[in-house]
């Protein structure tokens, strides 16, 4: 069977929507292509197989459909469909957990130039609204982690909550002193010398009385 032969083959599962029968005979088809026979049907047996494993819809066949777009925009730089087809391929991969904001980026740039090139294309507009509005939406974790590393990987671990003071006087819980041994610290701390120091000024260890009025 010629490649012409697979192709229109390929048309008719496309039709009737077996889009997996329809890859294989534009897969077919290009095989036959790439080996030297009807080499004026590579542009458009290349659209063919991309829009068909679009329908699919498997993730593991968008990198093909990028493949065979760029197959076909470097035979034919003008070509609508190449540009859009590659746009949603580009679009779906962004989707991935690893893929990442620069092939959105890319989804964008290829949709808007088949709108360029098919002004009227409503398929083409709405494609590139929705892509356009992916980009407008706040970016997900895994994209800043993509971009950007770890945005907290450089932020030490909080070290625990000091144990609650126990008061040497009392024995309770939630305060280090009380009584006498309180009034002296903070008689130190008020005349900037040590607890022992504020012990030998204070009247109670000097024996000192207090003056009479």
Known sequence: ??????????????QAEQFSDAARCYGEALAKIRSGDAEALEVPVRLNLAAALLQLESIDD???????????????????????????????????????????????KDLLQAAKLE??????????????????????FWECSLLGSNLYG?????????????CSVCRRLGHSACGESLWLTER???????DSEACLLCFWCADVKLPRD
Not at 188 to 194: I, T, V
């Open 1 to 14: 069977m010629s490649a012409a032969e697979l192709r229109e083959k390929g048309n008719t599962f496309f």
């Open 62 to 108: 968008m990198a093909k459909v990028v493949t065979l777009c760029d197959e076909v925009l470097a035979l034919d730089p003008s070509n609508t469909k190449a540009f859009y087809r590659r746009g949603i391929a580009q679009q779906a991969l962004a989707q991935k957990p690893d893929g990442s904001r620069p092939m959105l980026h890319a989804a964008r």
């Open 119 to 140: 002004p009227s294309n409503r398929k083409v507009r709405d494609a590139l609204q929705a892509v356009t509005k992916a980009l407008e939406a706040p970016q997900k």
């Open 154 to 166: 450089d932020r030490q671990p909080s070290k625990p909550p000091p144990p609650p003071s126990v």
């Open 188 to 194: 130190a701390k008020w005349l900037s010398m040590p």
